[in-house]
């Protein structure tokens, strides 16, 4: 085989290849890199350099260079403005001898560096030059001929498409990267999960609340996420550094609630055997979140009021009061102004509360975010190590149109309970409680099913709770997030027994 043969046959080789290698290259500086040293290497060239067209001026630009000094690539860079021009509009310009060509004399720099054979070639796509490879050698051994040209020219179609790849990947990375920061920009509660628009003017509400220190009351039904929206006015606002104490006013008999709040000192009452600090003082600095204090007594909520006017707490047992910086935030699921109308709750402690009110909407009226929500629980819950696992046909469907009393924290322990008990990848229609399926309209399972009846998605998830810690109320209430007197109403109302898990 001839010299001529062997260069040929390695020139094809190198384009067999070539597409695949800057194919997989979308960053654009590693791309120009990678096809200038390709083209050095292949035809042998010395030195090179490319130029990528400007989209907002036209004009060409400097995007690489390989093996010039700064005085070189200046001197190059004069002379290829002469001809980048004639290139860029698609003619491919090939000197094998830049000494016997009169037109190139003048160019001193070509002289001076000794310049022995240049090849400049277009590179085109969709009918129009994204750029230009410049390349030449000093050595009279390895003057340019039409083989490197056709090589170059068949490498810059490849090189051209590759350049537009990378530009629209770089175009999507800032796209992306840009509404990332806008969304990150609009709403930083990364908790708050959903779309629709309830759902965003729930964020505007807490934007709008973040730099104040004003109180606010946050009011929905119960797991529609109101500790969530406490958490995210607290952690994106200027106490984030400081405590978020969160209080279930429901959880503790009064005299408990009372010390857990404010403290007390030692010798107070029986059982008070040492100082103590009480949450409220803990919070110093931070956010206070009074979860469900419709459940506070009359004489409690005057000392929240004190709280609230003075921003000082009294330790039970103690006459000086200790001044606290705090921020209040407070949540009910109850009808707090049908209370006051009661009597049963101090409307001089709802004015003080209800600075900003922010309403938290069920899941029912945003079934739209279903999907997202769903999405989230499978990834949250998918083990360690993880095990995907995905609906089956019509699941979501079914899911949206189920009402879920519950709101997110039912549908939170449906998907965990789906996680756990489906065998497989596939959560399928089967595999849904069987008084979701009978709200959704679906068929009742057949003889194989898993006996729940009729049963709504909160009396499985109970039943699922209290078989999940042996019967354990305290757990097992702690587990759905609520306090152990919601769910033994909720067991009395659903008639399961008060012993329903133990010995499981």
């Not at 001076?112 to 050595?139: A, N």
């Not at 309830?198 to 807490?206: G, P, T």
Request: glycine share 8%.
């Amino acid at each position: 085989m001839s010299r001529s043969e062997k260069i040929s046959r390695r020139m094809l080789n190198a384009l067999n290849s070539i597409g695949q290698k800057l194919s997989s290259i979308l960053d654009l500086d590693d791309l120009l890199r990678s096809l200038l040293d390709l083209s050095i290497e292949n035809v042998r060239a010395e030195r090179g350099m490319v130029f990528l067209r400007d989209e907002a001026t036209g004009d060409m630009r400097l995007g690489c260079a390989r093996g010039m000094d700064r005085e070189s690539l200046d001197g190059v860079s004069s002379f290829s403005r002469s001809v980048i021009k004639q290139v860029a509009e698609g003619h491919t310009l090939l000197k094998v001898d830049v000494g016997s060509d009169p037109a190139l004399s003048s160019f001193k720099s070509l002289v001076i560096h000794e310049i022995k054979s240049i090849l400049c070639v277009p590179m085109r796509t969709h009918g129009r030059t994204v750029g230009v490879i410049y390349l030449d050698t000093r050595k009279a051994a390895q003057l340019f001929t039409d083989k490197e040209r056709t090589f170059v020219e068949s490498f810059a179609s490849q090189a051209a498409i590759a350049i537009e790849n990378a530009r629209l990947f770089g175009d999507m990375r800032s796209e992306n990267t840009r509404l990332k920061r806008d969304i990150t920009g609009r709403s930083r509660f990364e908790h708050l999960i959903g779309a629709t628009p309830v759902m965003q003017k729930l964020c505007e509400s807490v934007s709008g609340v973040l730099n104040s220190d004003c109180n606010v009351l946050i009011v929905g039904e119960s797991g529609t996420g109101k500790e969530l929206v406490a958490k995210a006015i607290h952690y994106n606002g200027p106490r984030q550094k400081k405590k978020f104490v969160a209080i279930d006013c429901g959880a503790l008999p009064e005299n408990l609630l009372e010390a857990e709040l404010f403290g007390c000192v030692r010798g107070a009452f029986t059982g008070a055997d040492r100082d103590r600090v009480g949450l409220i003082e803990e919070a110093r600095g931070g956010t206070v979140f009074l979860d469900e204090i419709t459940n506070t007594s009359p004489a409690l909520q005057a000392r929240l009021l004190r709280v609230l006017q003075e921003r000082e707490v009294r330790r039970i047992g103690e006459n000086m009061p200790r001044q606290v910086d705090i921020r209040v935030v407070a949540a009910t699921n109850a009808d707090i102004k049908a209370l006051m109308q009661e009597g049963k709750f101090r409307s001089d402690l709802y004015y003080r509360l209800n600075v900003v009110t922010i309403e938290v909407p069920t899941l029912r009226s945003r079934r739209d975010d279903l999907p997202l929500l769903v999405d989230h629980f499978l990834k949250k819950y998918a083990g360690d190590p993880p095990v995907p696992k995905r609906l089956g046909p019509g699941v979501i469907e079914a899911l949206q149109r189920y009402d879920w009393p519950g709101n997110v924290r039912e549908l939170e322990n449906v998907m965990q309970r789906l996680l756990v008990l489906t065998p497989g990848i596939v959560i399928s229609l089967d595999s849904l409680p069987e008084g979701l399926r009978t709200a959704a309209g679906l068929a009742p399972r057949n003889a194989n099913g898993d006996g729940n009846g009729h049963k709504t998605g909160e009396h499985v998830m109970i039943e699922d709770a209290l078989r999940r810690f042996a019967g354990d109320k305290a757990k097992a209430a702690r587990f759905i997030g609520w306090n152990r007197q919601k769910l033994y109403r909720k067991m009395k109302g659903y008639g399961i027994p008060a012993d329903y898990g133990q010995g499981v």
